[in-house]
């Protein structure tokens, strides 16, 4: 049984720092395509990172130079470093997983977290 379990989401100003970590269990890891996604209250879901089995990672535009996910395989976590906060971030954020090696664009993610959420106040 997949799981995906979020946390360390929470209430910041602008310009502060989170660090979220979805723990991953009932399968192997290493052979999964992991993302972080985000959607605000009345916004479309959208793409923030992955991060490919072998360790390459892709971050959007938008928190390019300020997010950074990242992963320990030893501990079936995955992170996402958030720094220079804005309230423009506020989201629920969700992690995911979709049994590939390579996070090609647009693909369908298979499982999903319940979300945690992020709060930036100006």
């Known amino acids: 049984h997949v799981q995906l379990v979020e946390s360390g989401g929470g209430s910041v100003q602008a310009g502060g720092s989170l660090r979220l970590s979805c723990a991953a269990s009932?399968?192997?890891?290493?052979?999964?395509?992991m993302g972080w996604f985000r959607q605000a209250p009345g916004k479309e879901r959208e793409g923030v990172a992955t991060i490919d089995s072998d360790g390459s990672t892709n971050h959007a535009d938008s928190v390019k130079g300020r997010f950074t996910i990242s992963q320990d395989k030893s501990k079936n976590t995955l992170y996402l470093q958030m720094n220079s906060l804005k309230p423009e971030d506020t989201a629920m954020y969700y992690c995911?997983?979709?049994?590939?090696?390579?996070?090609?664009?647009?693909?369908?993610?298979?499982?999903w977290g319940q979300g945690t959420q992020v709060t930036v106040s100006s």
């Open positions: 995911a997983a979709v049994y590939l090696s390579y996070c090609y664009t647009g693909i369908e993610y298979t499982y």
């Open positions: 009932g399968y192997t890891y290493s052979s999964y395509c």
